[in-house]
């Protein structure tokens, strides 16, 4: 039985392998979750990970309505081998948000933006590239917890996905769940966030990224005393 679970392990790593190694023409960006909970609140995110550098903002409008803007930029090269990723990528949303008693949030937003992708992967083997245009509308329902330490967060991102590359157009819709917690103190708090990207056509014919990961730090002012 411990070997077959040790076979397994292998087998699990050796995909994971095979399905990073490539050039991506989508990567999707860190998952907003600002859990807004009245009017004026403002809250900030700086997040790295494996999209690059994703800079998230939030603020209410009303005790209703909040606005948000996020980007996401990576620039990476090989040093001993042709290999590099480069992209940029940003957009802008609207949404409502409501407290569900003392701390409980509830969110929906909907939003779109649009970007630039190069890659290439070369491993000897297969060589895999991308130079692309993308333009990416959103719904995003999320639920979770606030308090003054933590916050724990689940999210549902429906992705309405269009890529462009040498004048042929693609479109695919993707579904991206993610679970986000932040550990800290009020107004500043350390964030992880786990997910995938998943699209809804049974086929595709261009490489994504499935996973979603990163590390970052929150900041939250005019935050609601819990």
Do not use: W
Request: one cysteine or more; charged letters at 15%; aromatic letters at 14%.
């Amino acid at each position: 039985m411990r070997q077959f679970s040790n076979i397994a392990l292998c087998m699990a790593a050796i995909l994971l392998m095979v399905v990073i190694a490539c050039a991506p023409a989508y990567v999707p960006n860190v998952v907003s979750t600002p859990m807004l909970g009245q009017q004026g609140e403002v809250v900030a995110s700086f997040n790295t990970g494996i999209s690059g550098f994703d800079p998230q903002f939030a603020y209410a409008i009303t005790d209703e309505i909040g606005v948000i803007a996020n980007g996401s930029f990576r620039d990476y090269t090989s040093d001993s081998t042709s290999n590099y990723h480069k992209h940029l990528f940003a957009e802008l949303g609207a949404g409502y948000f409501t407290r569900l008693g003392e701390a409980g949030r509830f969110e929906l937003y909907g939003g779109g933006g649009g970007g630039l992708l190069q890659a290439e992967f070369d491993n000897q083997i297969f060589v895999s590239f991308a130079d692309v245009r993308y333009y990416r509308g959103f719904i995003q329902p999320s639920i979770g917890l606030v308090t003054n330490v933590a916050e724990l967060s689940f999210s549902s991102r429906f992705v309405f996905l269009t890529l462009q590359q040498d004048g042929v157009r693609r479109a695919c819709p993707f579904i991206e769940p993610a679970i986000t917690a932040k550990l800290g103190y009020k107004y500043v708090k350390g964030t992880m966030q786990l997910g995938f990207s998943l699209p809804m056509n049974e086929s595709l014919d261009f490489y994504y990224q499935p996973f979603l990961f990163s590390l970052g730090l929150q900041i939250r002012l005019n935050h609601l005393n819990i």
